[in-house]
């Protein structure tokens, strides 16, 4: 079955939100949408619904790659990233065009040649893990074919691998889809008030449609799944204290810091790996790992102190290049919900684990990671199950997608192309080419998008913001400077009739949206604070 989310849909939900559900999942993440698809797709009735809009929070701002985890490996987090390592394989099988393989460059300057067999004997392992064998050590010179632009000076040599990559956003998005195809539902914008109780058995939720004018709605639900992520454990009291991480990015043109391979690299400042790769035709760099500490209630952004720390690593990686912040088109920053150890370790050294606990009619989760979303939907599952008399369902793993064909289209699109599309779209990438006016199967200057990705999310991806089409459903905003205000006319003809959108509508969400986009995700300002941050 395919369904789209439609201009109007929201009319039908007093009947929606009308039924008694089996499961109602809070929190519109990679994690709930992953509870949503595994619940529904094992005969649940099964119900999300998510404050913001889907993806909002971290799951729209990772690191965007499907990795098993060096680091946990080196920290002792074997089982951890044995399970990392197969879920990413999973991916790379059931979702291509959406998860690609990424191959990674480390250069070794050789400086500790005990460090370099500990690492290649956690590639064997990781190897292992994957069940395949590469070749891992390059000398110097054939290095520097696989990255030209690293500094040279000491270079002994390199090792490579092989991870993957997403669109973190659109996996979200497709196993949205992919749950509806099952007969879930998915709400966005639409906030969780209170928990109903009778008793001390949760039954359900109050709801606020805060797109529709604050209307409130009581759900009623045989089982609550908190999967709010950071924000998780609001709700009910008993859970594990959390330790909110700030990880921050940065986007620059591909020409300017042009790779074939992602290049991981150890901070001069601090040791701690920092990496840089192509993604959506432009250069993602990344990361860094700090206490967050400015709440929940507003989006990250990236600090001073934190571009400094990413130019640093790059300027010292590439010399040749001359980079400088000018260079930046955009930067992001989200909050990691990651379990406090309750020591005083430095942020890189938490694991990053998912903890579960549960209360009478109610199952909270958070902690984790992208690549393991469908490994902690099972687990949560499995607490669920004692809480939902007459379902027995096995849990055993399935295909995390259904098989998609590639679209077709009337004129020649290069297959790399049509996998993307089939990928990202699933079974809704037909109707967006079927959808695209003259034109619009070109892509966007800059980006691996192409105009017709926005007429079709306007139309039919629940979109209620311009944020929501210009940072989630596409990813323009971090791709093009400004946010894509020098293609603002363009979109704006091509998305708002489909939005429904008056031009009094329009010019409001325009302007909301640059607002936005300057506070959270343009370079930070430069202060004579003194910042300590690494």
């Given at each position: 079955?395919?369904?789209?989310?439609?201009?109007?849909?929201?009319?039908?939900?007093?009947?929606?939100?009308?039924?008694?559900?089996?499961?109602?999942?809070?929190?519109?993440?990679?994690?709930?949408?992953?509870?949503?698809?595994?619940?529904?797709?094992?005969?649940?009735?099964?119900?999300?619904?998510?404050?913001?809009?889907?993806?909002?929070?971290?799951?729209?701002?990772?690191?965007?790659?499907?990795?098993?985890?060096?680091?946990?490996?080196?920290?002792?987090?074997?089982?951890?990233?044995?399970?990392?390592?197969?879920?990413?394989?999973?991916?790379?099988?059931?979702?291509?065009?959406?998860?690609?393989?990424?191959?990674?460059?480390?250069?070794?300057?050789?400086?500790?040649?005990?460090?370099?067999r500990t690492m290649l004997a956690g590639l064997?392992?990781?190897?292992?893990?994957?069940?395949?064998?590469?070749?891992?050590?390059?000398?110097?010179?054939?290095?520097?074919?696989?990255?030209?632009?690293?500094?040279?000076?000491?270079?002994?040599?390199?090792?490579?691998?092989?991870?993957?990559?997403?669109?973190?956003?659109?996996?979200?998005?497709?196993?949205?889809?992919?749950?509806?195809?099952?007969?879930?539902?998915?709400?966005?914008?639409?906030?969780?008030?209170?928990?109903?109780?009778?008793?001390?058995?949760?039954?359900?939720?109050?709801?606020?449609?805060?797109?529709?004018?604050?209307?409130?709605?009581?759900?009623?639900a045989r089982l609550v799944i908190d999967a709010?992520?950071?924000?998780?454990?609001?709700?009910?009291?008993?859970?594990?204290?959390?330790?909110?991480?700030?990880?921050?990015?940065?986007?620059?043109?591909?020409?300017?810091?042009?790779?074939?391979?992602?290049?991981?690299?150890?901070?001069?400042?601090?040791?701690?790996?920092?990496?840089?790769?192509?993604?959506?035709?432009?250069?993602?760099?990344?990361?860094?790992?700090?206490?967050?500490?400015?709440?929940?209630?507003?989006?990250?952004?990236?600090?001073?102190?934190?571009?400094?720390?990413?130019?640093?690593?790059?300027?010292?990686?590439?010399?040749?290049?001359?980079?400088?912040?000018?260079?930046?088109?955009?930067?992001?920053?989200?909050?990691?919900?990651?379990?406090?150890?309750?020591?005083?370790?430095?942020?890189?050294?938490?694991?990053?684990?998912?903890?579960?606990?549960?209360?009478?009619?109610?199952?909270?989760?958070?902690?984790?990671?992208?690549?393991?979303?469908?490994?902690?939907?099972?687990?949560?599952?499995?607490?669920?199950?004692?809480?939902?008399?007459?379902?027995?369902?096995?849990?055993?793993?399935?295909?995390?997608?259904?098989?998609?064909?590639?679209?077709?289209?009337?004129?020649?699109?290069?297959?790399?192309?049509?996998?993307?599309?089939?990928?990202?779209?699933?079974?809704?990438?037909?109707?967006?080419?079927?959808?695209?006016?003259?034109?619009?199967?070109?892509?966007?200057?800059?980006?691996?998008?192409?105009?017709?990705?926005?007429?079709?999310?306007?139309?039919?991806?629940?979109?209620?913001?311009?944020?929501?089409?210009?940072?989630?459903?596409?990813?323009?905003?971090?791709?093009?400077?400004?946010?894509?205000?020098?293609?603002?006319?363009?979109?704006?003809?091509?998305?708002?009739?489909?939005?429904?959108?008056?031009?009094?509508?329009?010019?409001?969400?325009?302007?909301?949206?640059?607002?936005?986009?300057?506070?959270?995700?343009?370079?930070?300002?430069?202060?004579?604070?003194?910042?300590?941050?690494?």
């Amino acid at each position: 079955m395919n369904r789209a989310w439609h201009a109007g849909w929201r009319a039908g939900l007093p009947d929606l939100v009308g039924r008694e559900w089996d499961v109602l999942v809070i929190g519109g993440g990679i994690t709930g949408a992953g509870i949503l698809l595994e619940a529904s797709r094992r005969g649940l009735r099964a119900l999300l619904v998510e404050g913001r809009d889907f993806s909002w929070g971290t799951s729209s701002r990772s690191s965007k790659l499907v990795h098993g985890g060096l680091r946990y490996l080196a920290q002792g987090h074997i089982k951890l990233t044995r399970e990392a390592v197969r879920e990413r394989e999973a991916l790379l099988r059931d979702a291509p065009g959406l998860v690609e393989p990424q191959r990674f460059a480390f250069p070794d300057y050789g400086k500790s040649l005990r460090k370099r067999r500990t690492m290649l004997a956690g590639l064997a392992l990781y190897d292992l893990f994957a069940g395949r064998r590469e070749r891992h050590w390059q000398d110097a010179d054939a290095f520097a074919l696989l990255a030209p632009n690293i500094a040279r000076t000491g270079l002994a040599g390199g090792m490579v691998y092989t991870d993957a990559k997403t669109d973190d956003a659109r996996l979200v998005l497709r196993t949205l889809v992919e749950a509806r195809s099952h007969g879930a539902e998915a709400v966005n914008y639409m906030t969780v008030c209170s928990l109903l109780k009778e008793g001390e058995q949760v039954v359900g939720a109050v709801l606020r449609d805060d797109a529709a004018g604050d209307c409130l709605f009581d759900v009623r639900a045989r089982l609550v799944i908190d999967a709010g992520g950071a924000w998780a454990g609001q709700l009910a009291t008993g859970g594990p204290r959390l330790r909110p991480l700030r990880g921050s990015h940065l986007l620059l043109p591909a020409w300017r810091l042009p790779l074939a391979q992602a290049v991981s690299l150890m901070h001069p400042a601090d040791g701690r790996p920092v990496f840089a790769f192509p993604w959506e035709g432009a250069t993602l760099v990344g990361t860094t790992d700090v206490d967050h500490r400015d709440g929940l209630s507003s989006e990250a952004a990236i600090t001073r102190a934190e571009l400094d720390y990413l130019m640093h690593a790059l300027q010292a990686q590439f010399p040749a290049l001359r980079l400088g912040e000018d260079d930046v088109i955009a930067t992001y920053a989200g909050v990691r919900p990651v379990l406090d150890s309750g020591a005083a370790d430095a942020p890189s050294k938490l694991g990053r684990e998912h903890a579960i606990w549960c209360g009478q009619g109610l199952v909270s989760v958070t902690g984790g990671k992208l690549t393991t979303f469908r490994a902690i939907a099972l687990d949560v599952l499995r607490q669920a199950r004692r809480q939902l008399p007459g379902w027995n369902d096995a849990l055993s793993p399935c295909p995390i997608y259904a098989p998609v064909a590639p679209p077709t289209a009337t004129r020649r699109m290069p297959a790399p192309l049509l996998r993307r599309l089939a990928g990202r779209h699933g079974p809704q990438a037909q109707a967006l080419v079927d959808a695209a006016c003259d034109g619009e199967l070109e892509h966007i200057p800059g980006t691996d998008t192409l105009w017709a990705e926005l007429r079709w999310a306007a139309r039919a991806e629940a979109v209620e913001h311009l944020d929501d089409l210009l940072l989630r459903r596409t990813r323009i905003g971090l791709l093009l400077r400004g946010g894509g205000a020098g293609h603002m006319e363009r979109i704006r003809a091509i998305c708002q009739a489909e939005l429904a959108w008056n031009d009094a509508r329009w010019e409001c969400e325009e302007a909301a949206y640059a607002a936005l986009w300057t506070r959270h995700y343009s370079l930070p300002p430069r202060t004579n604070t003194p910042q300590h941050e690494a």
